[in-house]
């Protein structure tokens, strides 16, 4: 298979001679990296990564099945009756962004990594060669990805449009994935030449986060909102728009060879566009994007960007909201330490960011989902329909899953060592840097997080609702405080990251769940009883209090200490 790849490769050369690739180099660099691919154990980059926290292997024949899963459900599509243009658009829409997603959650790391630069730096290979190398890389490993993806599409194809339209299907793909590839390095490499190397591994964090939640809305989502029986009437050409869309590009092959009666002009330019862009872009990034690309690889590589000396002395004496806030909620000196030391690391962590950050999101989409499942014939009756109902109730309750998210992963780090400066200190009482951990969590993410959602839920239900949110509030965070009592039991980013749970800690997970399950039940049950939700405020608040007091006098018993 390697061979067919560099094969192809080779169909490239005068493209990428007239570009300054060395191709002969080209060709040897591709071939050592695909040798020493295959003799990994995984087939995905994201599997490679993962091994080192766990002892499992994934199955390539595994990962190919769940692949093509995924494109059996996405080809679905193509069985829908709508008009010219408008099934392919979305099966290619779809099938885009799947590939974008994989680029850039799985291999960010391999373009922008510096360990083969000891390798290759010494030696006389230019820029062109390296950036071009990393993309074709990536390519190779895309494909075959895409591949399986649009198997079960280059069978319904077949079915649909007759065996003669495989073949051009098979075209399709290739062009969706090679427009997928250089979007994302184009961005990439763009980014690396207008912006620090800090500021690029933040927005390439929040490009990783933004399409995690891209995901999750669209399968969510996007039944809801569109209307399958309207597709047949839709227009696609008629808007100007369309013309800028890379999936409207690939569809307009499909139109001009098997449909050529209902063809125009403008489906021939799209159709030459879509095919031709692609090398385009490897011209581009080789002529352009690529000279300097080792030298801001260094820099980025030997960036660990967590502050700025320069920006940190300007900001030396002014007031400080974190120092402000701290001396206030934690006025204990230790706790007070594990306070700021929390909230910086958390603020400042892209792992941290990027296990936590989606899940805000998730509520939102839900309350969407909620609303568009409402009866009603316009927007109008399905808001009546929600205001008439309680499900605020389920989605109050649902903002705690963001509390034991943060905390499930705040006591972990890939550089978990540095906590050995925890074990250093003469601290007899740890559970005072627990309870600033603690206190830190509530008042940087679930505090604010819960009052915006409060704010919605007053917005959408009446004040009438104030007591709930109050006491749901108050029952949360006795779930976050036995989540940090029996799970958790680590200090601020001080073990590493984990695999799985034990099944002693998986029991206590659920059982907690039933604790809050239940303690949401019954206030469904006593909420006609307004009297009586604002008399439950009062032991709530105090239980708290008291499991706060207890969670502050942990000791080093208690806690999980990790070899550093």
């Known amino acids: 298979m390697n061979k067919i790849f560099l094969r192809f490769v080779t169909f490239l050369n005068p493209v990428l001679e007239n570009t300054g690739v060395d191709t002969d180099q080209l060709y040897q660099i591709l071939k050592v990296k695909l040798l020493m691919d295959d003799r990994r154990p995984n087939a995905m980059f994201a599997?490679?990564?993962?091994?080192?926290?766990?002892?499992?292997?994934?199955?390539?024949?595994?990962?190919?099945?769940?692949?093509?899963?995924?494109?059996?459900?996405?080809?679905?599509?193509?069985?829908?009756?709508a008009g010219p243009y408008i099934v392919q658009t979305l099966y290619f829409t779809i099938f885009m962004v799947m590939m974008a997603l994989t680029l850039i959650s799985d291999f960010t790391t391999v373009l922008i990594d510096s360990r083969d630069q000891f390798i290759l730096l010494p030696r006389p290979v230019n820029d062109r060669t390296i950036a071009v190398s990393r993309i074709l890389h990536i390519s190779i490993y895309v494909l075959r990805l895409a591949l399986l993806q649009g198997l079960p599409g280059l069978v319904m194809i077949g079915f649909i449009d007759g065996i003669l339209a495989v073949p051009l299907f098979f075209v399709q793909i290739l062009e969706a994935t090679f427009l997928s590839i250089f979007s994302v390095n184009i961005i990439y490499l763009l980014l690396m030449k207008s912006v620090s190397p800090q500021k690029f591994k933040d927005i390439i964090s929040y490009f990783q986060i933004g399409f995690s939640v891209l995901i999750f809305a669209t399968y969510y989502l996007l039944p809801r909102l569109i209307n399958v029986s309207a597709l047949e009437h839709i227009s696609l050409l008629s808007h100007r728009w369309a013309y800028a869309l890379p999936p409207v590009w690939i569809t307009a092959l499909n139109e001009l060879l098997m449909h050529p009666g209902?063809?125009?002009?403008?489906?021939?330019?799209?159709?030459?566009?879509?095919?031709?862009?692609?090398?385009?872009?490897?011209?581009?990034?080789?002529?352009?994007?690529a000279p300097g690309f080792n030298r801001r690889l260094a820099v980025i590589a030997t960036s660990e960007g967590n502050s700025?000396?320069?920006?940190?002395?300007?900001?030396?004496?002014?007031?400080?909201?974190?120092?402000?806030?701290?001396?206030?909620?934690?006025?204990?000196?230790?706790?007070?330490?594990?306070?700021?030391?929390?909230?910086?690391?958390?603020?400042?962590?892209?792992?941290?960011k990027m296990k936590v950050y989606p899940s805000f999101a998730y509520i939102p989409i839900y309350f969407i989902?909620?609303?568009?499942?409402?009866?009603?014939?316009?927007?109008?009756?399905?808001?009546?329909?929600?205001?008439?109902?309680?499900?605020?109730?389920?989605?109050?309750?649902?903002?705690?899953?963001?509390?034991?998210?943060?905390?499930?992963n705040i006591s972990m780090s890939s550089k978990y060592k540095s906590a050995w400066v925890y074990y250093a200190l003469p601290i007899d009482k740890p559970g005072k840097i627990l309870s600033g951990m603690f206190k830190a969590i509530i008042t940087l993410y679930y505090l604010p997080y819960f009052l915006v959602m409060g704010s919605v839920i007053v917005a959408v239900w009446g004040p009438q609702v104030i007591n709930d949110i109050i006491l749901a509030f108050l029952v949360s965070t006795i779930y976050g405080m036995l989540t940090a009592l029996f799970i958790v039991k680590g200090l601020p980013f001080s073990r590493p990251v984990i695999a799985k749970q034990g099944g002693g800690r998986m029991i206590t997970s659920f059982a907690m769940l039933i604790f809050i399950g239940g303690i949401g039940f019954l206030h469904s049950l006593l909420m006609k009883w307004e009297m009586v939700i604002w008399i439950m405020i009062a032991p709530f608040l105090l239980i708290t209090w008291l499991m706060f007091h207890y969670y502050k006098k942990q000791t080093w018993d208690n806690i999980q200490v990790v070899e550093v």
Not at 311 to 325: E, L, P, R, W, Y
Not at 381 to 399: A, K, P, T, V, W
Request: glycine share 6%; aromatic share 12%; charged share 15%.
């Open 47 to 81: 599997a490679r990564r993962n091994a080192a926290n766990s002892n499992k292997v994934q199955s390539p024949w595994l990962i190919s099945f769940f692949t093509v899963l995924i494109g059996l459900f996405m080809s679905m599509i193509l069985l829908l009756n």
């Open 262 to 289: 209902r063809s125009s002009f403008i489906t021939g330019v799209l159709a030459v566009t879509g095919f031709t862009l692609p090398l385009i872009g490897l011209w581009f990034v080789a002529k352009v994007l």
């Open 308 to 352: 700025d000396s320069a920006v940190n002395t300007k900001k030396a004496g002014k007031f400080s909201f974190i120092d402000a806030t701290g001396k206030i909620i934690a006025p204990d000196p230790i706790e007070n330490a594990g306070f700021k030391i929390t909230w910086k690391l958390a603020a400042r962590t892209r792992e941290f």
């Open 369 to 408: 989902y909620f609303a568009l499942n409402t009866k009603g014939e316009n927007l109008s009756d399905r808001l009546d329909e929600l205001q008439n109902g309680h499900s605020y109730i389920f989605l109050i309750y649902m903002c705690s899953l963001i509390l034991t998210t943060v905390l499930m």
